[in-house]
């Protein structure tokens, strides 16, 4: 006797699943809406501040502590912190403004967040290319400014250092090791130059990071972060380290072949904000880069904050009306397609 071949019976789809299905089959038509609002909730939205600063001769502290006005940032909200500054130094050139951070925008800093009744301010960087971080810091001019404002600089690749859950895991290493300075202050502020990368496309307040990891542990010029991925390992050390604010020293930038051998591009302003995807992305339309083809900004967004245009409120000068393209470099892999159309 033959089997009888039972009719195979769909299990009933709940109203909830039944609605999620329609939604997606419709491309979800609804206006502004998005699937990953649908899985994950509302948005990101950030906001940035852009200053015209045509060149470093302004009065810093005073663009400095307009920017933090329109961020929303409060004398309440800073004081009694511990702030630190992390500059870009890279090279011992004073004479090239567009290498390092300009002395006069981290003075600018200094004296705005002391103004806003912060408990301390110091100053701390781990160059990745020079050994000698005091070489570097004498010959960037850094070293006068703050011998003048009694303000201490650290130095983080010597520093005693102890490793943090990665939580980023981007790359496979399981921690990363810290200064152990970045976890007794109560601000990070990352203080970089707008400048093109031959790795990384744009080298922003992200990317910065890197100074921030201990030359001792890491290499030079951090080379096992390099092994690990340089895009791995900017997502990493940002989501672990989660730092307060950027401030990006645009006035004099670096196009071509950056970050050291690039030539000088003058952009003319002062970017920051809160949210460091979002600073990083506005810096990047502002070069007439694409940010959504920088690799490590393109998988930040929504998850360390917002890249796209529309969910990046800009107070001050909109990056339109500031715009100015760097020079990319057509041999360089990293600058390939990467124009903003």
Partial sequence: MSKIQMPQVTPALSRRELLKASLIGSGMVFSGFSLYQ??????????????KAPNYQINFPTLILAGLRELGITAAEVQGKRIL?????????KGLPHINTHPLVVQGAVESFLRLGAASVVVAEGPGHRHDTLL??????????LYEDHIPFK????????????LGRYTNMDTLVFPQILQTVDWIVSMAKMKTHHWAGATLSMKNLFGCMPGNYYGWPKNVLHSEGITESI????????PHLAIIDGVVGMEGDGPIMGNPIQSGVLVMGKNLPSVDATCCRIMGID??????????????GPIRDSLIEQRGERWGT????FRLQPDIPAHQGIRLG
């Fill in 136 to 145: 570097v810091l004498e010959e960037s001019g850094l070293a006068d400014v």
């Fill in 235 to 242: 997502l990493d050390i940002t989501a672990t380290l989660k």
């Fill in 291 to 304: 940010p959504y083809r920088i690799t490590y900004l393109e998988k930040a967004d929504q998850w360390l």
């Fill in 38 to 51: 649908w899985l994950h909730g509302p948005l990101q939205t950030a906001q940035t501040f852009i200053g």
């Fill in 85 to 93: 500054l992390k500059p870009n130094l890279v090279e011992p050139h």
């Fill in 322 to 325: 500031v715009h100015t393209p």
């Fill in 155 to 166: 130095d983080l690749n010597t520093m005693e250092s102890h490793p943090l859950k990665n």
